[in-house]
């Protein structure tokens, strides 16, 4: 999803700027932005878009154009620590974990039989694993609560759900979730589904235990905490 500089073979950079290119820029620069991390654009706008150059018929110039709506310089100078880059780093996988743009990949390992399914660079801090299954009542559905503690992520295996979650500010997202999907649940947000295939399968990853969560089951006391 992040398309990173690239180096000519032979040469050694010397990265007076790191610019990517990412299709949510502009969600990723505020995200970033949120967490103290500060990146600029080179340059807002292409050439061809500028006054200077308006009485110029510029030709195959889309890329050009596409390209500056990308592009997204990330922090770079000689001061610049090792941990201030692992930080930019974490934060842009969160960036991508939270908004649900991950995407499981499904490898055909040769000489091996079956299908590996996986998700590369999930920074998550998993403390517990669990999973639902053998949903012999579809009218009966699940969740009705709030971690105020956690996140979560669920991994749907086989099968479908509906997923509804509420905020405080009473937004809701309502969204089908389909195998070899998941879908990341922020804490402090209030989740029911609904199960869709008796032979559903989820999986879900918490980063808290079970004897530390804190969980609230009423939905009025949740909107007033």
Not at 120 to 134: A, C, E, G, P, V
Request: charged fraction near 25%; proline fraction near 2%; charge should be negative.
């Amino acid at each position: 999803n992040i398309k990173l500089p690239l180096i000519e073979e032979n040469s050694l950079p010397v990265f007076h700027l790191f610019v990517i290119m990412i299709e949510y820029r502009d969600e990723l620069q505020e995200y970033l932005k949120s967490k103290g991390i500060i990146t600029l654009i080179h340059y807002p706008i292409s050439i061809a878009e500028t006054n200077a150059y308006n009485n110029i018929k510029f030709e195959n110039i889309n890329n050009c154009i596409n390209n500056s709506k990308k592009i997204l310089s990330l922090p770079m100078y000689p001061e610049l620590e090792k941990e201030e880059i692992l930080y930019v780093c974490k934060n842009i996988n969160y960036f991508f974990l939270e908004n649900n743009l991950l995407k499981i990949k499904s490898i055909n390992v040769n000489n091996k039989s079956g299908i590996l399914n996986c998700i590369n660079h999930l920074d998550f801090d998993m403390k517990r694993f669990f999973y639902i299954n053998q949903f012999n009542d579809l009218s009966s559905k699940r969740g009705y609560n709030s971690n105020e503690n956690c996140d979560e992520i669920l991994f749907i295996i086989k099968g479908s759900i509906n997923l509804k979650l509420i905020n405080k500010k009473k937004e809701i997202i309502e969204i089908k979730i389909n195998k070899d999907e998941y879908y990341f649940i922020k804490s402090n947000t209030w989740l029911e589904f609904e199960i869709l295939e008796e032979d559903t399968n989820i999986i879900v990853l918490a980063n808290e235990t079970l004897s530390n969560t804190k969980s609230i089951y009423n939905f009025e006391e949740y909107l007033r905490t």
